[in-house]
């Protein structure tokens, strides 16, 4: 029933964009926050951004001014347009959410190649 599902990884030139897409299905209690994640070769899995329930979003120092995160609450999805893609943004791509500070869930990731 509860499930995340993304889309729109795949390969990219140096300083092109990309819109990752995560549609959550099932119900959720509590103050809902979604987010995406990224695993890149040789670094642990950091945080990209995130966005809450009410829309106030937060990114990490490299995604500042070149991603953007939005939320579609009537879709019960969030997106994460990328622009000014670099070779070191290459790795894998997970969508997160976080219900009632209680469950948390995980995408599968999506892959996501930049060429220099």
């Known amino acids: 029933q509860e499930q995340l599902v993304e889309s729109g990884g795949g390969l990219v030139q140096a300083g092109g964009s990309l819109r990752l897409s995560c549609a959550a299905s099932?119900?959720?209690?509590?103050?809902?926050?979604m987010g995406w994640y990224r695993q890149v070769p040789g670094k642990q899995r950091e945080l990209v951004a995130r966005?809450?329930?009410?829309?106030?979003?937060l990114y990490a120092g490299f995604a500042e001014g070149r991603f953007t995160i939005s939320r579609d609450n009537g879709k019960n999805a969030i997106y994460l347009q990328m622009n000014s893609l670099k070779p070191e943004d290459t790795g894998v791509y997970y969508c997160?959410?976080?219900?009632?500070?209680?469950?948390?869930?995980w995408g599968p990731g999506t892959q996501v190649t930049v060429s220099s």
């Open positions: 997160h959410l976080r219900a009632g500070g209680v469950w948390v869930l």
């Open positions: 099932g119900s959720y209690g509590g103050i809902v926050v």
């Open positions: 966005i809450t329930d009410s829309g106030s979003a």
